[in-house]
């Protein structure tokens, strides 16, 4: 992984007052990243009351208690627990993850801010976190949008390809257990980061989209 330093290197220093800053990030970017880290809690919240409701995994179409499943996890089997509240929360949440992606995704696209940060060498990421980032933004996030959009009825009543082409609604509900832990362990790495960089650097950096020196 790269080194935090490196992660988090200002591109370039202007005086303010007398004392020495750099522009960081843009006001989109840092308002759709508050969004998407209160969204992030809401999704893990509501997906970990969903869990214990029912934390067996199937594959297919169709999935249930007297029914074999793949795999069950290690947690308290709470029959009738708090999947109501769960899954309302979950897919309250999860319409605002996807409609504040899409506004991150086309002003990243409009603005180059993609080209210059994610794709073209500079002095804030590594190649490796360039690719990190650019492989969740672009990848994960969708799949965890498309098997997520493959469990809603209403939606797979109308497009029913979303599900079809995972192999049926448990499995896209088994995928998509697997591309939530894959998106936890990145978000604990990213916190790692910016622990390592400075948190108070950085965390006032995504506020005020300055960093002083």
């Known amino acids: ?79 009738g627990g708090p999947s109501g509240w769960g899954r309302n929360l979950h ?36 190649v490796l976190q360039r690719m990190a980032y650019l492989s969740v933004i672009f990848g994960l996030l969708p799949f965890l949008t498309w098997t997520g959009f493959a469990m809603s009825p209403a939606l797979t009543s109308l497009a029913p390809a979303f599900v079809t082409s995972l192999g049926g609604q448990q499995s896209a509900r088994t995928l998509h257990f697997f591309a939530a832990i894959a998106i936890v362990v990145f978000f604990v790495g990213h916190l790692a980061m910016v622990y390592a960089s400075g948190f108070r650097k950085q965390f006032l950096a995504m506020i005020f989209g300055k960093e002083r020196a």
């Open 91 to 126: 897919f309250l949440v999860a319409w605002i993850c996807v409609a504040n992606g899409l506004v991150y995704a086309l002003s990243g696209l409009v603005t180059r801010h993609f080209r210059r940060r994610l794709v073209t060498p500079n002095e804030n990421y590594d």
């Open 1 to 79: 992984m790269a080194t935090a330093q490196s992660a988090y290197t200002s591109a370039q220093a202007t005086p303010l007052a007398g004392v020495p800053e750099s522009s960081r990030h843009s006001a989109i970017v840092r308002v759709t990243h508050w969004i998407n880290a209160l969204s992030f809690f809401g999704l893990v919240v509501s997906g970990f009351a969903i869990l214990i409701a029912h934390p067996r995994f199937y594959w297919g179409e169709t999935g249930g208690l007297g029914t074999p499943y793949v795999f069950e996890l290690p947690l308290p089997y709470m029959k």
